[in-house]
Structure formats: structure tokens, C-alpha cells
């Protein structure tokens, strides 16, 4: 089952261009493509012909054509055209789902069209913001794409996962603090004169314990989780609202579902300082090596799932962000 009443990541903008593009969303096959004054459009992918798939035609003008019986859709899903006949059937047109283009990210509604409410969509302008200086990819995951959110809300994983560039004791010393507005689930972990993450140590060039904070906010009905971190000398004021000599850093991950056991991953990683320095450049875009690693663990663990073993699962302490998580999205599944 899947959460279809909700905004996910369909594409990068830059991934739609010239010709169409395929992707598999909530086990659905959906078409991405421009129209001719730029306007992204989203289509099932299958012709209401022969279920060709529109992937394989082209774009013409401001129209998607079918690649193997010429028939033509306008942006609407209509088909205007039937090259082999001057009729074109009254019911002849394809599904259009509800899309949206924000800060680099292209968003497809999967449910009720009549449902969509584009304010449900967090404000991500870090993606492309001036004052930011940005990196991020997509990833084919092979998992659940709950356990692509798991391993994202639980930061204890970080002392064992990443050890060289994430990982810190004070990670596992300091309970998380979880709170829910609305559909929202909030967390925070304030580690003040604490050990901090590698990565973070050497972007504020800080040696020894420093204030580090790491925040998140999921929204299941966007399908995204955004964290707001960051380091500063301790006792510089940080905690009392003060950033003014920290460093932050912003990474938002776009879970969408393609299978029971396939997901995309979309990813940004931002920061607020050195932005014309080229080597702490290439060292922040390191960060993509680091959520690989994450995506190395959550693909080993389905497998182990693939062999359809029913052992039990026991919880700890540090699983009450994902365990919320996990029931908040139950409850907006039975509720659609």
C-alpha cells in the first residue's frame, strides 16, 4: 500500500528535456515530458490505443505523440490527432497527473487530482538559493523505500555507518526530541560541548568538542525529509537562537516509492559558507559517498527481507522517531 494522496519527486527539472522521459512511481508507469513554451507535463505512460507506451513516441510541438500508431495528445491528455483516420474517438485521451516545478525539484500528485494542494509542499529553497551552494543526485535504491526513510530518521546509525565522516558518540547520548505538527513529524538533537561528526569538524575547522545540533522535518504527504545541521564554537550562542559564527548545512531527501522493493532517491546537500572555496567544495560533495553508504546498508537488509523470513523485530529506545513515523504514514494510508 502506498500513500498516493501526496506530492512526490518525480525528476530533477534538468531531466526533462527534449524527448520523453519514463519512470515507474507507486508501481505506476508515468511519462514526463515539455511542452513547447517549457511547461512540464506528466502522463500514464500507456497509449489508450494499444498500450503502447508514450515513452517511445516523441514531443511535437506541444504535443506527445505515440510511437507506434502516430496518435497525438495535447497537454490536457486529449488526443487531437489519429493519423489513419479524420475522426479522433470522443473518449480517446490519456490520464494527466497534477505536476508542479519547485527549486530544481519536479512534483507529481499520485492520488486524487481534485486533492492536490500544492502548499503541502515544504518550502526548499536552499536547493537553488544564492546565499547556498549546492550538490545532489538521484539514486536507484533497491529496498522498501520505508527503510530509505528509517535509516534518514535515525541518527544513531551515523556512529556505525559513517564513521569517519558522520559518526559521533554524542549522537547516541543525547535522546532525540520528536514532536508532531499536523502531518509533520518534527525532531531535533541539541549535543552542546559534544564530540561533533568528522565532516562537521573539519568544514568549521573546529578541533575538539563544539555545540552541534541536527534537526528534520518529514512530511510523508511530500514524501521528503529535510534537515537543517550545523556546528559552532561552544558556547557561541547557538542554542539560544545565535548562528552568527556556525556553520549550517541543509539536506533534503526525496523518498518516492517504485516497487515494494525499489525506490528513488532524491537528494540536495547545501551549505551556507565557503561558497567560492573549490576544495571545500569538493570535500562537502563528499557527502554523496556518505549516502551511499546508506543506501549500501538498507539494499543489504532487503535482501535479507527478499528470503521471506518471519523472525520478529525487536524495538529500542532510539526507534521512536521511526516508530511515529511509520504509524503517522499508516494513518494517512487508511485514511485515503
Same mark, same amino acid.
Given at each position: 500500500?502506498?500513500?498516493?494522496?501526496?506530492?512526490?519527486?518525480?525528476? &530533477?527539472? =534538468?531531466?526533462?528535456?527534449?524527448?520523453?522521459?519514463?519512470?515507474?512511481?507507486? #508501481?505506476? *508507469?508515468?511519462?514526463?515530458?515539455?511542452?513547447?513554451?517549457?511547461?512540464?507535463?506528466?502522463?500514464?505512460?500507456?497509449?489508450?490505443?494499444?498500450?503502447?507506451?508514450?515513452?517511445?513516441?516523441?514531443?511535437? %510541438?506541444?504535443?506527445?505523440?505515440?510511437?507506434?500508431?502516430?496518435?497525438?495528445?495535447?497537454?490536457?491528455?486529449?488526443?487531437?490527432?489519429?493519423?489513419?483516420?479524420?475522426?479522433?474517438?470522443?473518449?480517446?485521451?490519456?490520464?494527466?497527473?497534477?505536476?508542479?516545478?519547485?527549486? /530544481? &525539484?519536479? &512534483?507529481?500528485?499520485? %492520488?486524487?487530482?481534485?486533492?492536490?494542494?500544492?502548499?503541502?509542499?515544504?518550502?526548499?529553497?536552499?536547493?537553488?538559493?544564492?546565499?547556498?551552494?549546492?550538490? %545532489?543526485?538521484?539514486?536507484?535504491?533497491?529496498?522498501?523505500?520505508?527503510?530509505?526513510?528509517?535509516?534518514?530518521?535515525? /541518527?544513531?546509525?551515523?556512529?556505525?555507518? =559513517?564513521?569517519?565522516?558522520?559518526? /559521533?558518540?554524542?549522537?547516541?547520548?543525547?535522546?532525540?526530541?520528536?514532536?508532531?505538527?499536523?502531518?509533520?513529524?518534527?525532531?531535533?538533537?541539541?549535543?552542546?560541548?559534544?564530540?561533533?561528526?568528522?565532516?562537521?569538524?573539519?568544514?568549521?575547522?573546529?578541533?575538539?568538542?563544539?555545540?552541534? &545540533?541536527?534537526?528534520?522535518?518529514?512530511?510523508?504527504?511530500?514524501?521528503?525529509i529535510a534537515f537543517d545541521t550545523g556546528?559552532?564554537?561552544?558556547?557561541s550562542g547557538v542554542f539560544d537562537g545565535?548562528?552568527?559564527?556556525?556553520?549550517?548545512?541543509? /539536506?533534503?531527501?526525496?523518498?518516492? *516509492?517504485?516497487?515494494?522493493?525499489?525506490?528513488?532517491?532524491?537528494?540536495?546537500?547545501?551549505?551556507?559558507?565557503?561558497?567560492?572555496?573549490? #576544495?571545500?567544495?569538493?570535500?562537502?560533495?563528499?557527502?554523496?559517498?556518505?549516502?551511499?553508504?546508506?543506501?549500501?546498508?538498507?539494499?543489504? !537488509?532487503q535482501r535479507i527481507r527478499n528470503y %521471506?523470513?518471519?523472525?520478529? !523485530?525487536?524495538?529500542?529506545?532510539?526507534?521512536?522517531?521511526?516508530? !511515529?513515523?511509520?504509524?503517522?504514514?499508516?494513518?494517512?494510508?487508511?485514511?485515503?
Amino acid at each position: 500500500m502506498y500513500l498516493r494522496d501526496a506530492w512526490y519527486v518525480a525528476a &530533477w527539472s =534538468h531531466e526533462i528535456a527534449d524527448a520523453p522521459l519514463a519512470r515507474l512511481l507507486l #508501481e505506476e *508507469p508515468v511519462v514526463l515530458w515539455r511542452t513547447g513554451d517549457g511547461t512540464a507535463v506528466a502522463f500514464e505512460d500507456r497509449c489508450c490505443h494499444r498500450h503502447a507506451p508514450l515513452s517511445a513516441g516523441k514531443i511535437v %510541438g506541444d504535443c506527445l505523440q505515440c510511437g507506434y500508431h502516430g496518435l497525438t495528445f495535447d497537454r490536457t491528455g486529449a488526443c487531437v490527432e489519429v493519423p489513419s483516420q479524420p475522426q479522433v474517438p470522443p473518449d480517446a485521451r490519456v490520464r494527466r497527473y497534477p505536476l508542479t516545478e519547485r527549486h /530544481n &525539484w519536479v &512534483w507529481i500528485w499520485m %492520488g486524487d487530482p481534485a486533492a492536490a494542494d500544492d502548499s503541502l509542499i515544504p518550502d526548499t529553497y536552499w536547493h537553488d538559493s544564492p546565499d547556498r551552494r549546492a550538490v %545532489g543526485d538521484r539514486f536507484h535504491v533497491n529496498c522498501h523505500y520505508q527503510s530509505l526513510i528509517d535509516i534518514q530518521l535515525d /541518527n544513531t546509525h551515523s556512529r556505525f555507518v =559513517h564513521p569517519d565522516t558522520l559518526g /559521533n558518540a554524542g549522537s547516541l547520548r543525547h535522546s532525540p526530541k520528536t514532536t508532531r505538527d499536523g502531518d509533520v513529524l518534527h525532531n531535533h538533537r541539541r549535543m552542546p560541548d559534544s564530540d561533533p561528526p568528522p565532516i562537521f569538524s573539519r568544514a568549521a575547522k573546529i578541533d575538539g568538542n563544539a555545540d552541534v &545540533w541536527v534537526e528534520w522535518a518529514y512530511t510523508p504527504r511530500a514524501g521528503i525529509i529535510a534537515f537543517d545541521t550545523g556546528i559552532a564554537e561552544v558556547g557561541s550562542g547557538v542554542f539560544d537562537g545565535d548562528r552568527s559564527k556556525a556553520v549550517t548545512m541543509f /539536506n533534503t531527501h526525496g523518498i518516492t *516509492p517504485e516497487t515494494a522493493t525499489t525506490c528513488h532517491h532524491f537528494w540536495v546537500s547545501a551549505r551556507d559558507f565557503a561558497l567560492d572555496d573549490p #576544495e571545500m567544495h569538493k570535500m562537502m560533495s563528499g557527502i554523496r559517498d556518505v549516502f551511499l553508504e546508506d543506501v549500501a546498508i538498507v539494499e543489504a !537488509q532487503q535482501r535479507i527481507r527478499n528470503y %521471506g523470513s518471519d523472525a520478529p !523485530q525487536i524495538d529500542i529506545g532510539a526507534d521512536v522517531p521511526t516508530i !511515529q513515523a511509520r504509524k503517522l504514514v499508516a494513518r494517512l494510508i487508511a485514511e485515503q
